[in-house]
């Protein structure tokens, strides 16, 4: 049995998406999702927006957020180059959910959460000035005012590609990470994250559960990441996501399911301009996070 009624990992404004909370939640509605989250970069400051939006569309809401981390793990070369990466992700990002949360009342275990966060955002504007900093002594001035006015909530690197882009620097997004600000590029400039294990610590206290995102990114070879995952406390991988093909996600689940793990199912989208459609993610229910299942 399958289920394509999931879709746990999206963006809005209020990071580095390209649409508003609404409009997200009736992209998911019209693509027949039913349980659907919003997970903006080390915010969550479109939470009550999303969930109002999705009770008028008849959407369950799980309140989350793609917490930026420290890798926690070093990468494989040789796997790299077997999954045909040139070279890995300098953060780990790590989904949190708190289904049992309703965002605007009274919670003071995910309050806490929230305090802890802040800082995380609030850390994204210094790094934005450093990066056009870099690109200005590269010979491409930014004003960081006109990058930060692209974000409603967590300015992030795809805000700075967009500028780039209008301003004749690169052609594209593509190209402006690729070549300037990807990581350990030209002008590229990392930011204090958390460890994962941290980060695992502070969800769970606040009742939540969490899932790493997008696990092909870190080059980590599928058994030693899974392992180490259950070992620190992670409760699932993000076996189902728009950058696997069918065999990884078999394998990343396989592994999931040996080890005690769970699966998160999510297209990490991002808006019509990077791609057509979110939701359409068919995942095995039974081996979903078990608060995250549609009853």
């Known amino acids: 049995m399958w289920t394509q009624h999931h879709d746990l990992h999206s963006h809005s404004l209020h990071s580095d998406g390209e649409h508003p909370v609404e409009k997200v939640a009736e992209l998911m509605h019209a693509e027949g999702v039913k349980t659907w989250s919003l997970t903006d970069h080390d915010t969550a400051s479109g939470w009550a927006?999303?969930?109002?939006?999705?009770?008028?569309?008849?959407?369950?809401?799980?309140?989350?957020?793609?917490?930026?981390?420290?890798?926690?793990?070093p990468p494989d070369r040789n796997h790299l180059q077997r999954i045909g990466r040139e070279r890995a992700s300098a953060s780990w990002h790590l989904l949190a959910y708190f289904p049992e949360h309703a965002p605007g009342g009274n919670d003071d275990s995910v309050d806490s959460f929230k305090a802890w966060l802040a800082p995380r955002q609030d850390g994204r504007l210094p790094r934005m000035e450093a990066m056009c900093q870099r690109l200005g002594e590269l010979g491409m001035p930014v004003d960081v005012e006109t990058v930060c006015a692209k974000a409603s909530g967590s300015v992030g690197r795809p805000h700075l590609a967009e500028r780039m882009v209008?301003?004749?620097?690169?052609?594209?997004?593509?190209?402006?990470?690729?070549?300037?600000?990807?990581?350990?590029?030209?002008?590229?400039?990392?930011?204090?994250?958390?460890?994962?294990?941290?980060?695992?610590?502070?969800?769970?206290?606040?009742?939540?559960?969490?899932?790493?995102?997008h696990p092909l990114y870190?080059?980590?070879?599928?058994?030693?990441?899974?392992?180490?995952?259950?070992?620190?406390?992670?409760?699932?991988?993000?076996?189902?996501?728009?950058?696997?093909?069918?065999?990884?996600r078999h394998e990343l689940t396989e592994a999931a399911v040996r080890h005690?793990?769970?699966?998160?199912?999510?297209s990490d989208f991002h808006g019509l301009s990077w791609q057509p459609r979110p939701g359409n993610m068919p995942v095995r229910p039974t081996t979903l996070i078990q608060r995250l299942r549609v009853e």
């Open 49 to 73: 927006e999303a969930a109002t939006a999705a009770a008028r569309l008849g959407l369950r809401f799980v309140p989350g957020v793609e917490i930026t981390c420290e890798p926690t793990l």
């Open 260 to 266: 005690g793990l769970a699966v998160s199912v999510g």
């Open 166 to 213: 209008e301003l004749g620097y690169v052609s594209s997004k593509f190209e402006a990470f690729e070549t300037w600000i990807g990581d350990g590029l030209p002008a590229f400039v990392p930011h204090v994250k958390p460890t994962v294990e941290e980060a695992v610590r502070v969800v769970r206290a606040a009742g939540g559960v969490t899932s790493l995102a």
């Open 218 to 248: 870190y080059g980590v070879p599928t058994e030693r990441l899974i392992e180490h995952l259950a070992l620190i406390g992670v409760d699932a991988v993000e076996a189902v996501h728009r950058s696997h093909d069918d065999a990884y």
